[in-house]
């Protein structure tokens, strides 16, 4: 059965690094999506990607953060300079997009910030 | 920002008996509802939706109500098994693609043998 994919599963990191987070979507899916788990709270939406460009982001997404398609099969995350609140399970996600259409998700990045 | 909540936090059933969860939103503007299961260091796995023109949908031992008047649905499984064990997530979106998903706080089921 085909999955999204992410890599890597834990990444520790110094505050004010950069880190990128990968996703490998399922292959026909067309739309894209980060959302971040931090523990004990909410799976909360981070961005939302279609053909190329953010389609929606929320409040969590400021400039420290961007995502970009580079090569037509990776989906990418990166945060310019981590903060200690950034630690948090990273779930990528995709879909067919239409309507009933459901997100499959990754397993998630743990990413910790130290 | 308590779009989606879901006021239990855990719930304990017995193998072979029916766990019921619930799930409140408050965003009239959902017309699309989905449930989730995430296993500890996994990501959430699509379990059923329903969308807001329907009010069951069943799949298996999974059966999703939806009372859009109350703002209220509910996953039932029945017969519970002790695999079922998980946290369950309800989500809601507008029904259009490339739409973010609203999560609730999820709830925990454990199933005792």
């Known amino acids: 059965e085909p999955e999204v994919t992410q890599t890597p599963s834990h990444q520790v990191t110094q505050m004010g690094q950069e880190v990128i987070l990968r996703c490998v979507p399922i292959?026909?899916?067309?739309?894209f999506y980060w959302y971040r788990q931090i523990l004990g709270q909410k799976v909360e939406f981070l961005v939302s990607?279609?053909?190329?460009?953010?389609?929606?982001k929320s409040e969590i997404f400021d400039d420290q953060f961007s995502v970009e398609r580079p090569d037509g099969s990776n989906f990418t995350l990166k945060i310019r300079s981590t903060k200690l609140e950034d630690s948090a399970m990273y779930f990528c996600a995709s879909e067919t997009g239409g309507r009933d259409t459901e997100a499959f998700f990754g397993q998630g990045t743990r990413l910790t910030v130290v | 920002d308590q779009q989606v909540k879901q006021n239990s936090p855990s719930l304990s059933v017995q193998e072979g008996r029916i766990s019921i969860l619930n799930c409140d939103y408050t965003?009239?503007?959902?017309?699309?509802f989905l449930w989730y299961k995430k296993y500890p260091a996994e990501g959430p796995t699509f379990l059923i939706s329903i969308s807001s023109i329907k009010d069951k949908n069943e799949d298996g031992r999974f059966t999703v109500f939806l009372n859009k008047s109350a703002k209220h649905l509910s996953l039932h499984i029945v017969p519970s098994q002790p695999g079922d064990s998980a946290v369950y997530f309800c989500?809601?979106?507008?029904?259009?693609?490339?739409?973010?998903?609203?999560f609730g706080g999820g709830t925990r089921l454990m199933v005792k043998p």
């Open positions: 990607f279609y053909n190329n460009e953010i389609s929606e």
């Open positions: 989500a809601a979106s507008y029904n259009n693609a490339g739409n973010m998903l609203t």
């Open positions: 965003n009239s503007m959902f017309d699309y």
């Open positions: 292959s026909n899916h067309l739309y």
